[in-house]
T-cell receptor
Framework: DAGITQSPRHKVTETGTPVTLRCHQTENHRYMYWYRQDPGHGLRLIHYSYGVKDTDKGEVSDGYSVSRSKTEDFLLTLESATSSQTSVYFC?????????????FGDGTRLSIL | RKEVEQDPGPFNVPEGATVAFNCTYSNSASQSFFWYRQDCRKEPKLLMSVYSSGNEDGRFTAQLNRASQYISLLIRDSKLSDSATYLCVVNQAGTALIFGKGTTLSVSS
């Protein structure tokens, strides 16, 4: 989606290092989400935000933290990366207007933890 | 029981064929339903929302059966460009989207 930018697109790092992924949106959407996608599991929700400074945990939140200081930015941090966090990470946004509104995804970040 | 189940496929069909994908969901409180398409190494993209009365978008038709907790996607006149993984997605109460693992379609000439 042209309005959602994830950075970096690719990252390789070592176990134990901190990693921060950024999601930036120009859609002014209220809701933002971080997912990970792994073979055999499909997409799983890590954390989500329903407004500036308002966040909550998803299905697989252990080992991850998030922050949202501005409407347009949602950061995902791995405080001390582990090999099990090697994955493809997708950010998504949704406008207000109820749960019938679909989510739209960024291009993804491929993260490898060695 | 898994929350959203799909036949993983792969479905291998010739151009012009009609193909149908099925999806079942376990939570009867589910409120919104979608089909997403995901190309290899790309992000999921919304294909269509699924409405209670069923809906059509060109060659694509989606159906919802709440009593059976069943969603379907029908693709008519398949094109090479339809080759992708199709994700069944269900929104339960709250903000969580639950994704199926996807059904892979390969259309050949």
């Amino acid at each position: 989606d042209a309005g959602i930018t994830q950075s970096p697109r690719h990252k390789v790092t070592e176990t134990g290092t901190p990693v921060t992924l950024r999601c930036h949106q120009t859609e002014n959407h209220r809701y933002m989400y971080w997912y990970r996608q792994d073979p055999g599991h499909g997409l799983r929700l890590i954390h989500y935000s329903y407004g500036v400074k308002d966040t909550d945990k998803g299905e697989v939140s252990d080992g991850y933290s998030v922050s949202r200081s501005k409407t347009e930015d949602f950061l995902l941090t791995l405080e001390s990366a582990t090999s099990s966090q090697t994955s493809v990470y997708f950010c998504a946004t949704r406008e207000s207007g109820g749960e019938t509104q679909p989510q739209h995804f960024g291009d993804g970040t491929r993260l490898s933890i060695l | 029981r898994k929350e959203v189940e799909q036949d993983p496929g792969p479905f291998n069909v010739p151009e012009g064929a009609t193909v149908a994908f099925n999806c079942t969901y376990s939570n009867s409180a589910s409120q919104s339903f979608f089909w997403y398409r995901q190309d290899c190494r790309k992000e999921p993209k919304l294909l269509m929302s699924v409405y209670s009365s069923g809906n059509e978008d060109g060659r694509f038709t989606a159906q919802l059966n709440r009593a059976s907790q069943y969603i379907s996607l029908l693709i008519r006149d398949s094109k090479l460009s339809d080759s992708a993984t199709y994700l069944c997605v269900v929104n339960q109460a709250g903000t969580a989207l639950i994704f199926g693992k996807g059904t892979t379609l390969s259309v050949s000439s």
